[in-house]
């Protein structure tokens, strides 16, 4: 199989020293897939989650006179809030009731703008 003696000396006395240091090849051979999945985890779910949580802190907070945007495009002033319900005014005298977890932004009419 091998040509000369040296060449199978050299192969088995590798083969014996590579048990060794397989454990060390082997993390380096993991580490970039690790390291990815971390780098992926602190860049894109955890703010995604942040994000979600405020949404939900926002949406659970809704008040009287908050201007509101449902998920379909419908703009309004809140003026009834219930446990799942929401009435909100669309126009003067026109009142629609809405599930509170279709609300995709919630503002106070209060605030100031920012480009103003």
Do not use: W
């Amino acid at each position: 199989m091998f040509a000369t003696s040296a060449l199978a000396a050299s192969a088995t006395s590798a083969s014996a020293a590579g048990g060794s240091g397989g454990v060390a090849s082997m993390f380096l051979l993991f580490f970039p897939y690790i390291a990815i999945a971390v780098v992926g985890y602190f860049l894109l779910l955890r703010p995604q989650q942040q994000r979600i949580k405020a949404q939900q802190a926002k949406i659970n907070g809704v008040k009287k006179g908050d201007s509101v945007v449902t998920a379909g495009g419908v703009l309004g002033k809140v003026t009834r809030v219930e446990e799942q319900y929401v009435e909100v005014e669309v126009a003067p005298n026109v009142r629609i009731r809405v599930v509170k977890a279709t609300l995709s932004e919630v503002t106070n009419p209060l605030a100031k703008p920012a480009n103003d």
